[in-house]
């Protein structure tokens, strides 16, 4: 059964630091992209960064470009978002979601649709 389990989050202030995880399980890692994506309330869900599988290629949306990393510990079957400088407008509920059969992962984070499985998802607030 394949599951991936969000955590991390909560409130952050403006210009702060927060981790993301995602621990997974049912699959092997190394063969599937994995993407981080978010909404914002009233937003369509947006692709964050995404990891591929194999090649470990990395995409970030321009947005979060320098502040954002994305990362794998396959050892602990898990997927991590490192997150800093954290702004307003980063404020929303965060997602993980694996895929595989993919072309590049830059796909992955441009069309959420192609996630196959997906966590629940982890609050993120960034506020003053």
């Known amino acids: 059964q394949v599951q991936l389990v969000e955590s991390g989050g909560g409130l952050v202030q403006p210009g702060g630091s927060s981790r993301l995880s995602c621990a997974v399980s049912g699959f092997t890692l190394e063969n599937y992209a994995i993407g981080w994506f978010r909404q914002a309330p009233g937003k369509e869900r947006e692709g964050v960064s995404c990891?591929?599988?194999?090649?470990?290629?990395?995409y970030y949306k321009a947005s979060v470009k320098g502040r954002f990393t994305i990362s794998r510990d396959n050892a602990r079957d898990t997927v991590y978002l490192q997150m800093n400088d954290l702004k307003p407008e980063d404020t929303a509920v965060y997602y993980c979601a694996a895929t595989e059969g993919i072309r590049t992962v830059q796909a992955l984070c441009d069309m959420p649709s192609l996630g196959k499985h997906w966590g629940q998802g982890t609050q993120v607030t960034v506020s003053s």
């Open positions: 990891f591929g599988g194999r090649d470990g290629a990395t």
